[in-house]
């Protein structure tokens, strides 16, 4: 059962570690600041998600299992609210899409506030 | 077997911590370098959470905790200020 359990850790921390790495080479490598958000958001939320279940195997006691829930669910609910902080302003900003995007579907009018959208008709 | 795999665990997220150090001196605006800090607190709390699983030590999961906390309202805080620059 052990053996079970501390294979099944090493294969949350060798995944977790992984998608990790990913969403660090992909906020390196991607063009754009809108998909480096996506690859930052998206891959370190389930690498750490990975990375606190592994770690949660390997403790048996109900604190340490509560603690690392309440990482995870803090983890889980602030880093789509954060990207869509981020990006907001950033689209506010102008910042500029990749050269290669398709389609773009966004209103900058309607992510002004109500005030300033009467200002400018 | 255990620890070699914690080993690599950390070294693997120590990597990713350059790289993400890379983007935020590189990154060309300011955005960027803020989505580059969000990165770095959550590849923080997981060095924390990977060394916990390799060591025992229980009580640097409230360190992870906080770093995450502060992470966010850090990446909150630095878009607000955006926002009101922006105005």
């Known amino acids: 059962m052990t053996a079970v359990l501390e294979g099944l850790t090493a294969l949350l921390l060798l995944l977790g570690s992984i998608l990790a790495l990913l969403a660090a080479v992909g906020v390196l490598r991607f063009p754009d600041t809108f998909s480096r958000m996506q690859a930052s958001s998206k891959a370190s939320t389930l690498g750490l998600a990975c990375l606190l279940a592994g770690t949660a195997l390997q403790f048996p006691e109900v604190a340490v299992i509560v603690r690392l829930l309440s990482i995870a669910a803090f983890i889980m609910l602030t880093a789509p609210l954060s990207a869509h902080i981020v990006a907001r302003v950033a689209l506010h900003r102008g910042t500029p899409l990749w050269t290669g995007t398709v389609v773009n579907e966004y209103d900058l009018k309607a992510c002004l506030p109500r005030q300033e959208r009467k200002e400018q008709p | ?87």
């Open chain 2, 1 to 87: 077997m255990l620890e070699w795999v914690v080993d690599v665990s950390v070294t693997l997220l120590a990597i990713a911590l350059l790289i993400s150090f890379r983007r935020l001196v590189l990154g060309p605006r300011l955005e960027d370098r803020i989505v580059a800090m969000d990165l770095i607190a959550i590849l923080t709390v997981g060095i924390i959470v990977a060394s916990t699983a390799g060591s025992g030590q229980r009580g640097l999961l409230d360190a992870a905790s906080l770093i995450a906390l502060v992470g966010f309202l850090g990446t909150v805080a630095y878009a607000w200020y955006l926002r009101q620059v922006a105005r």
